[in-house]
């Protein structure tokens, strides 16, 4: 099975920092990875389709990099409606999927 | 713009069977060669995928849960179903139906809290 860590597992910033979530595989997944916003209550949404592509309507301060096993998620300019748990997904095996453990974003 | 409604009990005693149906709207659950699949989410936790389902019936589960999850497709009334057998308190969650595209998760569902409980 291949599995993600994700980093850290919480985060505090300030409105306009740039924040960095990392996602790593424990085998090599191409660029197989996926990355979602979850805010409390709701459903997760996808921001960052196949390690880098930024989804339709998606505001351009989220960004990702990466490939093999080692991947990143960026926030260009912290705002405050980005405070929502973020998660990795990755899909080498379809149809199986795996997600990281999360990382919960707090404004400080 | 397809969409996904998840129904049924908030409430399941231990050792008995979980069960829940996704609906689709806005589009056919078989026009198309799409995968339909069950993701779900304890409180406080994160996201584990349950399994897929082929619109022509074929299925996928996650190891850790195959041998109790039975996943179906009903094409005449657009909705694929989730049974989970022999619950126990670890399986309370919040359950989302979700269609897989090209190796990610959209639309999904809104989820239903599943409580086990006696």
């Known amino acids: 099975d291949i599995q993600m860590t994700q980093s850290p597992s919480s985060l505090s910033a300030s409105v306009g920092d740039r924040v960095t979530i990392t996602c790593q595989a424990s085998q090599d997944i191409s660029n197989y990875l996926n990355w979602y916003q979850q805010k409390p209550g709701k459903a997760p949404k996808l921001l960052i389709y196949d390690a880098s592509n930024l989804e339709t309507g998606v505001p351009s301060r989220f960004s990702g990099s990466g490939s093999g096993t080692d991947f990143t998620f960026t926030i260009s300019s912290l705002q405050p409606e980005d405070i929502a748990t973020y998660y990795c997904q990755q899909y080498d095996n379809l149809p199986m999927y795996t997600f990281g453990q999360g990382t919960k974003l707090e404004i400080k | 713009q397809l969409q996904l409604q998840e129904s049924g009990p908030g409430l399941v005693k231990p050792s008995e069977t979980l069960s829940l149906t996704c609906t689709v709207s806005g589009g056919s659950i078989s026009s198309s060669s799409y995968y339909w699949g069950w993701i779900r989410q304890p409180p406080g936790k994160g996201l584990e995928w349950i399994g897929s389902i082929y619109y022509s019936g074929s299925t996928y589960y996650n190891p850790s849960l195959k041998s109790r999850v039975t996943i179906s497709v009903d094409t005449s009334k657009n909705q694929f179903s989730l049974k989970l057998s022999s619950v126990t308190a670890a399986d309370t969650a919040v359950y989302y139906c979700?269609?897989?595209?090209?190796?990610?998760?959209?639309?999904w569902g809104q989820g239903t809290l599943v409580t086990v409980s006696s």
């Open positions: 979700a269609r897989p595209v090209a190796g990610w998760f959209d639309p």
